[in-house]
């Protein structure tokens, strides 16, 4: 991907990005160099201002860098949010890092000045919003003028609606709470701060090189004279220097809960560790070297656990270098060979991606590292996946154990459900590899839930609340209708929670419930009537095939929980009754041809990516014989695309999340087709969004726009905005390789 392209891929963008503004300048020489904002455009023109020239973007899991050429001086902006997901404190902290460093290129030093704003419209979404704003040095405000500036505090500015409204949002923006923007003077030789119009201000930076010490006191929304945030540091004549800026938005509280003792507001998890927002921002600006290091040793685990799966060294997106040579080749075919001795045949001028040459199917993207695209793959998920994600500490009632948290996720760039069941479910392999109790805290406020007698339906529910953060349940039973998916999904979570953890109190204690969810799957998951499933933008569809399997494998991990429990005759129930229906199923979903599965039941030539046997490789449930995945494997490359295998045959567009589940229950050779193709979706798809979960598998690989505009951005599962929870899914891999506690699973680790 070229370098401006990736920038908006991996570039972490504030909700409302079109107004959002940052206007961040390294002053070299007297010469002021804007890099990462668009601030410039609406200064006068000076030779005294130019754009910084972008030279390379790098990224791993924890990191996004961005260098920049700026006359004599290489710009380099850092931006550092830790995935750390078995530290409960770190991991709830709201706010992530900022560094930006300059160094000589000559050898010679050079006059140093850093400059970095924020306007209003990272924390209101209308421009008409009254916002107010203070700064503060520690935890006291600095209301005056020409307030001087010494040593080395923490300096934030803490900027928030004058009229927030509790608990709700607009264009994925919170309505409460508050942006913090924080430095310190650090080295720097005089440090300025200031706020007032953004136009004038700017200017007279770029003019001055310094700022006033003035924090305006007319309060306003970003549509009248838009009020900017900044921060100057004048580090005089050096060869190297740099600046840290910690950001973020901090609600308090964070969660509202319904309870028996009615709807309880609960409190962000970091307030247990750390105290109000002034502690939380002065630990965590004080936690970067700790922090880092923590981050690394994720990223090494990561990266050595990538290696173990393949048994190979990784490329690395840590530190810039050349793309993967991906073959162009010239207008029609060509003809090659890849690594492993495989003749294909290519052009540029189609969607048919590489093709072999003796049956023109689908092989991997040629002379690349599985290994290296699979790294690239995971490493930029991880930070989408955390970031839709919230803890909280439970409500103390009831006895109510408040020593661990509660986990509530948002369905980003859809519909902004709390704790969707079926977003949940594919974003499942991260927290397996990672830390499969932050699985069980996501889960919680489910049961708790519907155990509590919130929700009248025999089946699961689709969500804990139609708006986050609103975690008001849908007492009367009228949320989304996906009966057949969500217990499906409930009871695989459930117990692969199990299987990971060797928690069967836990399975006791909700045991009661996932017999009615298992009871609505024996009766309804076999001949599935007409609902939606997980894909639920593709429209409803009687008798899905996928869907019927997820049942299935529902009733045979249910088997497994009952004898985890010491329900010998239930689990030998279903057991029997997963394994009749696993007959039926076959008599009614492979094709006549003997080829594949087909879509829904009995529509011959239909077909579609059979996701929902994972849990059965995964698991090591032992109801999906070796016969079916090999034939799904070898049907697969007989319809690829450039760009991967649609995600089944009534349109070309997949999802991320889907083709590595489903990578994971294939050959190498069809695994590879899966994860070389989304690696090179990466590396070329016109997309500008952050990495999303559904996209075209040919063309330019962009949003799908057939036969309505669907547009994910970053979401947990796999995403518009900036994470997206679903990416989860792109641990497939990984997952099957962590030992099991409560169960045993096979490897599929063979690179051949």
């Known amino acids: 991907m070229a370098v401006l392209a990736l920038f908006h891929a991996i570039l972490p963008l504030p909700p409302t990005s079109r107004c959002s503004s940052q206007f961040p300048i390294v002053t070299v020489d007297g010469v002021s160099y804007e890099y990462l904002g668009t601030g410039s455009q609406n200064l006068p023109t000076s030779s005294n201002l130019q754009s910084a020239v972008p030279r390379s973007v790098s990224y791993d899991s924890q990191y996004s860098n961005f260098t920049f050429g700026a006359g004599p001086v290489e710009i380099t902006a850092s931006f550092l949010s830790s995935v750390l997901p078995t ?56 209301n005056g003028s020409n307030t001087a500036t010494s040593g080395s505090n923490i300096y934030s500015w803490l900027i928030d609606l004058q009229t927030p409204y509790l608990y709700a949002e607009e264009n994925d923006m919170p309505l409460w709470g508050n942006f913090t923007y924080s430095t310190s003077p650090s080295q720097s030789q005089n440090f300025t701060f200031q706020s007032g119009y953004s136009t004038n201000l700017r200017y007279n930076y770029v003019m001055q090189h310094s700022l006033t010490n003035i924090v305006d006191g007319s309060y306003r929304g970003y549509g009248s004279s838009d009020p900017v945030f900044a921060y100057a540091h004048d580090f005089g004549s050096v060869s190297q220097a740099s600046v840290m800026y910690t950001i973020g938005s901090v609600q308090q509280p964070i969660i509202r809960y319904l309870t028996n003792q009615g709807v309880i507001p609960l409190n962000p998890w970091w307030m247990q560790c750390y105290g109000d927002i002034h502690q939380l921002i002065n630990f965590h600006y004080n936690d970067f070297s700790q922090n880092q290091q923590l981050a690394a040793a994720y990223e090494t685990q990561l990266k050595a656990d990538v290696n173990s799966y393949y048994s190979t060294s990784v490329y690395s997106n840590s530190t810039p270098s050349t793309p993967y040579p991906y073959s162009d080749g010239p207008s029609g075919y060509t003809d090659g060979a890849d690594q492993f001795g495989n003749r294909y045949e290519f052009s540029p001028d189609n969607g048919y991606g590489f093709l072999s040459a003796t049956n023109f199917s689908g092989i991997a993207i040629p002379d690349v590292s599985e290994a290296g695209s699979y790294y690239s793959i995971i490493a930029l998920s991880a930070r989408q996946v955390m970031g839709a994600y919230v803890l909280a500490t439970p409500p103390s009632i009831n006895g109510s154990n408040t020593s661990e948290p509660l986990m509530f996720q948002k369905e980003i760039s859809s519909d902004g459900n709390v704790n969707t069941v079926d977003v949940m479910y594919p974003a499942m392999p991260f927290f397996l590899y990672s830390n499969v109790e932050l699985l069980r805290y996501n889960l919680e406020p489910l049961y708790q839930n519907q155990e509590g007698g919130f929700y009248p339906n025999t089946y699961s529910m689709h969500d804990l609340g139609t708006n986050f953060p609103n975690a008001t349940g849908h007492v009367e039973g009228n949320d989304e209708y996906m009966p057949v998916e969500e217990s499906g999904n409930m009871v695989i979570m459930t117990y692969a929670y199990y299987a990971y953890s060797g928690n069967a109190a836990w399975l006791t204690q909700h045991y009661n419930k996932l017999k009615q969810w298992a009871s609505y799957l024996i009766e309804f998951s076999l001949i599935p009537g007409n609902q939606l499933s997980t894909d639920d933008f593709a429209g409803t569809l009687v008798n899905q095939t996928n869907l019927a399997i997820k049942g299935i494998v529902g009733l045979q991990a249910m088997s497994k929980i009952a004898a985890a429990v010491g329900d010998s005759a239930g689990a030998a129930n279903y057991s029997t009754t997963a394994s009749s229906y696993f007959s039926q199923w076959e008599t009614f979903a492979i094709d006549p041809s003997g080829q594949h599965t087909v879509l829904a039941y009995e529509w011959r030539s239909s077909w ?82 952050p990495f999303t979960d559904l996209y075209e598998t040919i063309s330019d690989g962009g949003q799908p726009v057939s036969p309505d505009m669907v547009d994910f951005q970053a979401r947990p599962e796999a995403v518009l905005i900036t994470f997206v929870q679903v990416a989860g899914g792109h641990f497939a891999l990984l997952a099957m390789t962590k030992p099991q506690a409560g169960g045993s699973n096979s490897s599929n680790s063979s690179s051949s």
């Open 87 to 142: 530290d409960l404190c770190r991991t709830s902290i709201p706010l992530s890092y900022l560094t930006t460093s300059a160094r000589s290129l000559d050898g010679s030093p050079h006059s140093v000045q850093f400059y970095s704003d924020v306007n209003g419209a990272w924390a209101a979404s209308e421009s008409n919003a009254t916002l107010q704003w203070n700064l503060y040095q520690g935890s006291s405000p600095i």
């Open 608 to 689: 579609g990516l059979l996701y929902n046997t994972y849990p059965d490789k995964l698991l090591n449930l032992g109801i999906i014989p070796d016969a079916l995945y090999a034939m799904q494997s070898n049907w697969y490359r007989t319809v690829s695309q450039v760009f991967g295998v649609p995600l089944d045959n009534r349109h070309h567009y997949t999802k991320s999340d889907w083709e590595m589940w489903t990578a994971a229950t294939c050959e190498p050779a069809t695994r590879r087709l899966f994860v070389n193709g989304l690696a090179y979706w990466l590396n070329g798809t016109s997309s500008g969004v």
